[in-house]
């Protein structure tokens, strides 16, 4: 099974426990939006996806490979945004990726290549010259959604990328990636709390207290129903 699989996955800090029993699939080129409000245990997953933290406990499975036996072959098939920013301020956008790029063994001719079609596909060709520092937040973001793919992953996974970020730079990112699920096949586990950056295509994954209440399309979760509703009611927060 390729695309993003997670079986039975729990975690805890202690006697706190932070994923409990998590199973969800992403089928390939597949836009799934994990949706859960703070200490949900987003991050924690997404440590667990990108091999920061370990357990023994179920599986995951990225791109037809078992991150626990398969590591590296797992980790070479993501491009990940984190929640903090992960940017070298002091480069210039061209230096920021084409350091990433020699980390993945790219360089000369392919690296140029690969980092002028990334930037292009986020709209940040012009910007190749800026050092990031002189980027406004949103272009921050694109540069590393952009830096992200260099590699040419089959999977992304952001954790809530748009932290942070006014309404208009908020939905220009959005749409970069929706379009990248769609255009270019790539799988997409975007987590977030903020239900307007769901579409009524994507797959929902609804994460609360460690564990998942429910996955689906947004349509069948909802059935016709405000998503926003249908997710306070479910967390039981309040609007």
């Known amino acids: 099974?390729?695309?993003?699989?997670?079986?039975?996955?729990?975690?805890?800090?202690?006697?706190?426990?932070?994923?409990?029993?998590?199973?969800?699939?992403?089928?390939?080129?597949?836009?799934?939006?994990?949706?859960?409000?703070?200490?949900?245990?987003?991050?924690?997953?997404?440590?667990?996806?990108?091999?920061?933290?370990?357990?023994?406990?179920?599986?995951?499975?990225?791109?037809?490979?078992?991150?626990?036996?398969?590591?590296?072959?797992a980790l070479a098939q993501v491009g990940v945004v984190f929640q903090q920013p992960t940017l070298d301020l002091d480069l210039t956008v061209r230096r920021n990726l084409s350091y990433f790029a020699a980390l993945h063994g790219l360089s000369g001719r392919e690296a140029e290549s690969r980092i002028e079609?990334?930037?292009?596909?986020?709209?940040?060709?012009?910007?190749?010259?800026?050092?990031?520092?002189?980027?406004?937040?949103?272009?921050?973001?694109?540069?590393?959604?952009?830096?992200?793919?260099i590699h040419s992953p089959s999977v992304l996974l952001l954790d809530e990328p748009t932290v942070g970020l006014d309404a208009a730079a908020r939905?220009?990112?959005?749409?970069?990636?929706?379009?990248?699920?769609?255009?270019?096949?790539?799988?997409?586990?975007?987590?977030?709390?903020?239900?307007?950056?769901?579409?009524?295509?994507?797959?929902v994954a609804i994460l609360h207290k460690g564990r998942l209440l429910q996955q689906g399309s947004s349509q069948e979760i909802t059935n016709g129903a405000p998503l926003k509703d249908v997710f306070l009611s479910m967390t039981g927060a309040v609007a």
Request: charged share 25%; with cysteine; glycine share 10%.
């Open 1 to 73: 099974m390729t695309g993003l699989s997670v079986r039975n996955v729990s975690y805890a800090y202690g006697e706190k426990r932070a994923l409990d029993d998590v199973s969800f699939h992403v089928p390939p080129g597949a836009f799934c939006a994990l949706l859960g409000p703070n200490g949900a245990g987003k991050s924690t997953l997404f440590s667990l996806l990108t091999r920061l933290m370990t357990t023994s406990g179920g599986m995951i499975e990225i791109a037809g490979f078992d991150i626990s036996k398969h590591p590296r072959q």
């Open 117 to 149: 079609a990334a930037l292009e596909r986020l709209d940040m060709a012009e910007r190749i010259g800026e050092r990031a520092r002189d980027l406004n937040g949103g272009h921050r973001r694109r540069l590393e959604i952009a830096r992200c793919l």
């Open 171 to 203: 939905t220009a990112i959005t749409k970069h990636v929706h379009d990248l699920s769609a255009q270019e096949g790539m799988t997409v586990l975007w987590a977030t709390h903020l239900t307007d950056e769901i579409s009524t295509d994507d797959q």
